[in-house]
């Protein structure tokens, strides 16, 4: 069975970078596609970003395009989420989420993703 677990959230103030780490378990890390999700309470899950299994394919929200960045290392079975230049907004609980796909998919809607993390905090103080 297929495990993702979180880790790196913490409070920062605005303007502090951080880096989310989301390690995968109980399968072949390669066939997966891997996206990162947040929720900030009273909101919807809002998609973040995602890297396909080729490692050079990966996509950006608008809203923390040129803030952050993913990317994976498939030695190691994680995914990570720099955070950089972080606002208030970015308040929220992140997952990281992992689908089964081809090579050159980007996932970007929650339902397409087959396994979830427990998420970490991130609170950015103003």
């Known amino acids: 069975q297929v495990q993702l677990v979180e880790s790196g959230g913490r409070l920062v103030q605005a303007g502090d970078s951080l880096r989310l780490s989301c390690t995968f378990s109980?399968?072949?890390?390669?066939?997966?596609?891997m996206g990162w999700f947040r929720q900030a309470p009273g909101k919807e899950r809002e998609f973040v970003g995602a890297v396909a299994r080729r490692v050079d394919v990966t996509w950006l929200e608008d809203s923390v395009k040129g803030r952050f960045t993913i990317s994976r290392d498939d030695a190691k079975n994680t995914v990570y989420l720099q955070m950089n230049s972080l606002k208030y907004d970015d308040t929220a609980v992140y997952y990281c989420?992992?689908?089964?796909?081809?090579?050159?998919?980007?996932?970007?809607?929650?339902?397409?993703?087959?396994?979830w993390g427990q998420g970490t905090q991130v609170t950015v103080s103003s």
């Open positions: 109980g399968g072949n890390f390669y066939n997966y596609a």
């Open positions: 989420a992992a689908d089964r796909t081809g090579p050159w998919s980007i996932p970007r809607f929650a339902h397409e993703y087959d396994y």
